[in-house]
């Protein structure tokens, strides 16, 4: 498929995604407690990103100050020079787009930025909280600790009339092959994001 096609097509489903998910969290307004300048799901993890999110990405990058260009640079080195020199098994990095506590990509960010801090039912199938809920932040009034599940007990007592919920907004499922035929793209070859860096 043409990478130019793949990609504007791939922007039409990213729509078709932020109006679901902004429904999603408007939905589940009293459990999200995101704010500008969190960023702490942009930090000590993974990111797994595909060959077309990663595209976009790095559109967003040129569109960068310079010198904004230069602190993502140094971060990109520092987590290579830390990945080189880890030993164990899955290494987890901040990510170099977060500056001072802010995504600079916002607008370019991948799909599983997007969809973090739901109450989400994992690609194994078990429902997680998001681990902001055990920092006092998402959901964090109804989970329960022990368990890291959503507590009845807890929603019982919170009186809050809205339901807590859990979706389907695994990266697993949000970048399965149904959406690549439906929207006609390619999400192409996945792997952590400081990889494809
Ligand atoms: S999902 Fe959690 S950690 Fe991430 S911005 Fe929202 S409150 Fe902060
Ligand atoms: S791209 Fe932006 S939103 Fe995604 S992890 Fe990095 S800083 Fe956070």
Same mark, same amino acid.
Not at 29 to 45: L, S
Not at 51 to 79: A, C, D, H, M, W
């Given at each position: 498929?043409?990478?130019?096609? *793949? ?9 078709? @995604?932020?109006?679901? @998910? ?15 300048? /969190?960023?702490? /799901? ?7 990103? *595909?060959?077309?999110? +990663?595209?976009? &990405? ?6 960068? *100050? ?7 640079? =140094? ?19 901040? /990510?170099?787009? &977060? ?7 916002? =607008?370019?960010?991948? +799909? ?22 055990? =920092?006092?932040?998402?959901? *964090? ?18 009186? +809050?009339?809205? =339901? ?9 499922? @949000? ?21 494809? @860096?």
């Amino acid at each position: 498929m043409d990478k130019r096609e *793949s990609l504007r097509n791939y922007l039409v489903y990213l729509n078709f @995604l932020n109006s679901k @998910l902004q429904k999603f969290f408007e939905a589940q307004k009293p459990y999200i407690f995101c704010k500008k300048g /969190c960023g702490k /799901c942009c930090k000590n993890a993974q990111f797994p990103y *595909s060959e077309v999110e +990663i595209r976009y &990405l790095l559109y967003g990058f040129t569109q960068l *100050s310079p010198e904004i260009q230069r602190k993502v640079e =140094e971060n990109i080195f520092k987590v290579k020079k830390q990945k080189e020199e880890f030993k164990g098994d899955k290494f987890y990095y901040d /990510c170099p787009f &977060l500056i001072n506590d802010e995504c600079c990509v916002y =607008e370019y960010r991948g +799909i599983i930025c997007r969809a973090f801090g739901l109450n989400a039912v994992g690609a194994d199938g078990r429902f997680k909280a998001p681990f902001c809920a055990f =920092e006092g932040l998402n959901y *964090s009034n109804v989970v329960d600790s022990k368990t890291g599940i959503i507590s009845s007990e807890k929603y019982k007592e919170s009186k +809050i009339d809205v =339901e807590p919920l859990v979706y389907n907004v695994s990266y697993h499922f @949000l970048t399965d092959t149904d959406s690549e035929k439906a929207f006609k793209f390619e999400f192409g070859e996945k792997k952590q994001l400081i990889d494809w @860096l």
